[in-house]
């Protein structure tokens, strides 16, 4: 299914092989058009005018294009192209999409559905959405799915609306968010999906190295709302570029106790104090 190759963008001004453009230009008019072209995309977060852990979102995207095209890209010269980009649209704070396609390479600042202090407080509302991810290693518009979660997003729950949909597979069993991975603790162990099943996240490997940090591993484990459902041990918690990590308070009718969960408490911690030392060196990994 078409999908255009520019969705919620900020400012006035984009990227576009390297060149400045308009939102107002006649070639931005075109990009806002669906488009069959294969197109993979990566959201980069800055902080402090850094783009975070973009070595790593420049390997997924090799990874995706060598999926299905196997053309050749210069990463290189994509990420100065987005630091250019950030530097001419003065951005300290926020977040960049680089889409890029056969012969197209866009870089613009989006709107990206942010949680709020209250979010991280008590813990996000959540929905199932059952839905089995094609290709789910490579990281493409899709615009069936797309067209899918939107309209997930619009129902409400007994809570309101929800800010994340969790993906179930036809077997009934949660493997990751809409927009993020999904992890359970459970008597102190924390489970991921298996890395086939779902989009390997940029943060999502960094909270492994939280895991590692803290004197814990990851164990391989999928589970059904009601194998989860009745047990005080019992916590979940998304994590996404844009965010971060986020406890899960409510997934439709059933309510979980995320937010007072110790283990999750001791991830978030090294996970922030891993994301500071990334940004005082510079960019590097340590």
């Not at 973009?54 to 095209?69: A, C, I, T, W």
């Not at 890209?73 to 951005?91: E, L, W």
């Not at 069993?173 to 992890?183: I, T, V």
């Not at 590692?212 to 047990?231: K, P, T």
């Amino acid at each position: 299914m078409a999908y255009p190759l520019i969705e919620h963008p900020l400012g006035d001004a984009f990227f576009y092989n390297g060149e400045c453009c308009r939102f107002s230009s006649v070639i931005a008019g075109d990009l806002f058009k669906p488009s069959d072209e294969c197109t993979y995309y990566e959201t980069v977060r800055i902080v402090d005018g850094m783009l975070l852990f973009v070595e790593d979102h420049m390997r997924r995207l090799e990874l995706s294009v060598k999926g299905l095209e196997d053309f050749s890209i210069d990463t290189d010269m994509i990420v100065r192209s987005a630091y250019n980009f950030i530097k001419y649209s003065r951005i300290n704070f926020g977040n960049i999409r680089i889409v890029l396609t056969a012969n197209k390479l866009i870089i613009h600042q989006v709107d990206v559905h942010m949680p709020d202090a209250e979010d991280f407080r008590v813990g996000i509302n959540t929905s199932v959405l059952n839905w089995e991810r094609q290709t789910p290693n490579l990281k493409i518009f899709r615009g069936d799915y797309k067209d899918t979660v939107n309209k997930a997003f619009s129902k409400c729950n007994s809570h309101g609306a929800p800010f994340e949909l969790l993906l179930a597979d036809n077997c009934g069993k949660l493997y990751e968010g809409s927009m993020s991975n999904l992890f359970v603790i459970m008597d102190g162990t924390v489970y991921s999906a298996p890395d086939d099943k779902i989009l390997i996240g940029i943060t999502r490997r960094r909270v492994i190295e939280a895991l590692r940090r803290s004197g814990l591993s990851l164990a391989c484990g999928m589970f059904s709302i009601d194998e989860l459902s009745g047990r005080d041990d019992t916590a979940l918690f998304v994590s996404s570029t844009p965010f971060d990590i986020l406890p899960i308070s409510f997934v439709d009718e059933y309510a979980f106790n995320s937010v007072g969960n110790p283990v999750l408490r001791m991830i978030s911690d090294e996970y922030q104090k891993y994301t500071l030392e990334y940004i005082r060196r510079g960019g590097k990994n340590g």
